[in-house]
């Protein structure tokens, strides 16, 4: 079946400005995250949902950083005002949920300000 | 709190072993092992929950000893498509907990 996918794969965009970045995940998994992997660097949390549950934020580095997760599914990260320091494969990863634990990486938006 | 992994890096000739260790400070519930190559996702290796679960996937294994706080991967006779980093992530409180990554261990195998 279909994987976990992410749009654009590649964005380039100016400083200030602010970019969305999308995430589908696999049909019927409830937990979803969202990482942050700067060159040659480890996968940094940003943000999680799981299910109906308030998501876990704990990870958004500053307030120019927001998510949202649409009827369960979809999710969209926004960096708003984006500076340089913003520049890095944002990765996508969904799970089944409770019971089930595998995450199943999406192939990542690298994501460059100039 | 992110686990922290040691070495950072290790150079290896093909055949030869390799321990990744990944430790906490605080309790774990459970402790995930990925491998990413150069320019691709994370993909997934194995799950360990606690109960000091050991488990074997072909040539690599892995140990999780929860009173330690601690989780190893072992590469036994490592081949050429070993080569990547690998990060393990922990889960402290529940299944339902998030999991955080730790920096990664460089892995390059010599032929």
């Known amino acids: 079946g279909a994987g976990v996918s992410q749009s654009p794969s590649n964005k380039v965009t100016e400083k200030g400005k602010d970019v969305e970045l999308r995430c589908d995940p696999i049909s019927g998994h409830t937990a979803l995250y969202w990482y942050r992997q700067s060159l040659g660097q480890g996968l940094e949390f940003l943000i999680y949902f799981q299910g109906n549950s308030a998501p876990d934020k704990s990870g958004l580095p500053s307030d120019r950083f927001s998510a949202e997760r649409t009827g369960g599914s979809v999710s969209t990260l926004t960096i708003q005002r984006t500076q340089q320091e913003d520049s890095a494969v944002y990765l996508c990863?969904?799970?089944?949920?409770?019971?089930?634990?595998?995450?199943?990486f999406g192939p990542g938006t690298r994501l460059t300000v100039l | 709190q992110q686990p922290v992994q040691s070495p950072q890096a290790v150079i290896l000739r093909e055949g030869e072993d390799a321990v990744i260790n990944c430790s906490s400070s605080?309790?774990?519930?459970?402790v995930h092992w990925y491998r990413q190559k150069h320019g691709e996702a994370p993909v997934f290796l194995m799950i360990l929950l606690k109960g000091g679960e050991q488990k074997g996937h072909e040539k690599i294994s892995a140990s999780f000893n929860e009173k330690k706080q601690q989780s190893s991967l072992y590469l036994t006779a490592s081949q050429l498509s070993y080569s990547g980093t690998y990060f393990c992530?922990?889960?402290?409180?529940?299944?339902?907990?998030?999991?955080?990554f730790g920096k990664g261990t460089r892995l390059h195998i010599l032929p």
């Open positions: 992530g922990t889960e402290q409180r529940n299944r339902d907990d998030k999991i955080i």
């Open positions: 605080k309790a774990l519930y459970s």
């Open positions: 990863a969904s799970s089944p949920g409770q019971g089930a634990l595998t995450q199943y």
